[in-house]
Antibody, heavy 120, light 108 residues
């Protein structure tokens, strides 16, 4: 069965970087894109960006351009999201999600979420 | 940038009642809208894509409809497990996707 398993919770200081991983299983990894979405406490869902697991092409949300990098390792079937220059408002649960077979930018399987806390 | 506005922000209903959730786009988006259910401590769950195509495993009491700027998610008879936050999502050209602000369906 399809599974996306994310790395564990992180606590970081302002200005630091964090890298969250998302290991996929149960499907042909290069055939589907992976998106990253975050949710701050009490807030809605925020799209961060998308990466093709086939080509490595990316689309990033404009507000995160320059601070976020998404990559994939097809040998380990793992997607990564790195966020730099962390601020307190980056504290959130971060999710990876797989493209729906019907089309990109709909998401049918999600990781369990990774809590990233940014605190002095 | 397309903005999705969901209403109401909160819907207070009892089990067995009908829930009608609205998602309005700032400009026409065709049928490129999805709906997700999100419960605390869990990842979002896809309910519908392309406005009305039910995702795998979604019960028939859920239905999605709409085209252009107005979209609706209907739950015909609320079950206890349906109390959650619901988000609509648009997919487009740029930005590739946006989420609405969510509607919380709570027990009255």
């Amino acid at each position: 069965q399809v599974q996306l398993v994310q790395s564990g919770a992180e606590v970081k200081k302002p200005g630091a970087s964090v890298r969250v991983s998302c290991k996929a299983s149960g499907y042909t990894f290069p055939s589907y894109g992976v998106t990253w979405v975050r949710q701050a406490a009490g807030q809605g869902l925020e799209w961060m960006g998308w990466i093709s697991a086939y080509s490595g092409n990316t689309d990033y949300a404009q507000k995160l351009q320059g601070r976020v990098t998404m990559t994939v390792d097809t040998y380990t079937r793992t997607a990564y999201m790195e966020l730099r220059s962390l601020r307190s408002d980056d504290t959130a649960i971060y999710y990876c999600a797989r493209d729906h077979p019907h089309s990109v930018y709909y998401f049918d399987y999600w990781g369990q979420g990774t809590l990233v806390t940014v605190s002095p | 940038e397309i903005v999705l506005t969901q209403s109401p922000a909160t819907l207070s209903l009892s089990p067995g009642e009908r829930a009608t959730l609205s998602c309005r786009a700032s400009q026409s988006v065709g049928n490129y809208v999805a709906w997700y259910q999100h419960k605390r401590g869990q990842p979002p769950r896809l309910l519908f894509y392309d406005a009305s195509n039910r995702a795998t495993g979604i019960p028939a009491r859920f239905s999605g409809s709409g085209f252009g700027t107005d979209f609706t998610l209907t739950i015909s008879s609320l079950e206890p497990e349906d109390f959650a936050v619901y988000y609509c999502q648009h997919r487009g050209n740029w930005p590739p996707l946006t989420f609405g602000g969510g509607t919380k369906v709570e027990i009255k």
